[in-house]
């Protein structure tokens, strides 16, 4: 069975506070892609990262980074110095094997940066 | 760069209606996926389709149906719609035959569908 949580289903921080979103992962599969999506007030899902299981490096872009650890099972998605515009809901998802697939989300965590 | 369009972008139906919901994939993405997303829920999967055969099926309900064509577009077909089928509709594209794209999926904009 494959399954993603997101136990933190709401965070509020004041701005330039650093917030740290939690996902744990389970999948029987040895090949799988994790991925953060970001979901704005306007509704669309904005694609953040993708990460494969054979890839345990982790990756910062400006003020994102990923934090992925194959032994507990986590993909954990930290904002630095967070802004209002980073007000949205995010969502962890993960797909099983190698090529296309359905995604599986987890529940998602609202973020409310307050000014 | 194209993205994939879903259309219409809003559409209020009334209960016991019928509603049809249409994705226009990536060019040269031969696999189309559906979810629904409930207010305050995650995004569910509804069922896939791969060359225009059903890949995959997910939670749909008997009363929807869909299909993929032969120009890759999708549709998602809504009978006897009840109030709990108000969500937004996503429709995501990849392509099927070899490792994920580094973005992974594309999502359309959705389609928000209400019914009263």
């Known amino acids: 069975a494959q399954k993603v949580t997101q136990a933190q289903t709401e965070i509020s921080v004041v701005e330039k506070e650093d917030v740290t979103l939690d996902c744990v992962y389970e999948?029987?599969?040895?090949?799988?892609?994790l991925f953060w999506y970001k979901q704005p007030p306007s509704g669309e899902l904005v694609f953040l990262i993708r990460?494969?299981?054979?890839?345990?490096q982790n990756e910062i872009s400006g003020r994102y980074s990923w934090n992925f650890q194959k032994s507990t099972s986590s993909f954990n998605f930290t904002i630095t110095a967070s802004q209002v515009v980073d007000s949205a809901v995010y969502f962890c998802a993960l797909k099983a094997g190698n090529q296309g697939g359905k995604l599986i989300f987890g529940q998602g965590t609202e973020l409310s940066v307050k000014p | 760069a194209a993205g994939v369009i879903q259309s219409p972008r809003h559409l209020i139906k009334e209960k016991r209606e019928t509603a049809t919901l249409k994705c226009y994939p990536i060019p040269r993405h031969d696999t189309v996926y559906w979810y629904q997303q409930g207010p305050g829920q995650d995004p569910q999967f509804l069922i896939s389709f791969y060359e225009k055969m059903q890949s995959d099926k997910g939670s749909i309900p008997d009363r929807f149906s869909a299909q993929q064509f032969s120009d890759y577009h999708s549709e998602l077909n809504m009978s006897s719609l009840e109030l709990g089928d108000s969500a937004l509709y996503f429709c995501?594209?990849?392509?099927?035959?070899?490792?994920?794209?580094?973005?992974?999926?594309?999502f359309g904009s959705g389609t928000r569908l209400t019914v009263v």
């Open positions: 999948t029987r599969d040895t090949t799988y892609y």
């Open positions: 995501a594209s990849s392509p099927r035959s070899g490792p994920l794209p580094s973005y992974g999926y594309t």
């Open positions: 990460r494969n299981s054979f890839d345990e």
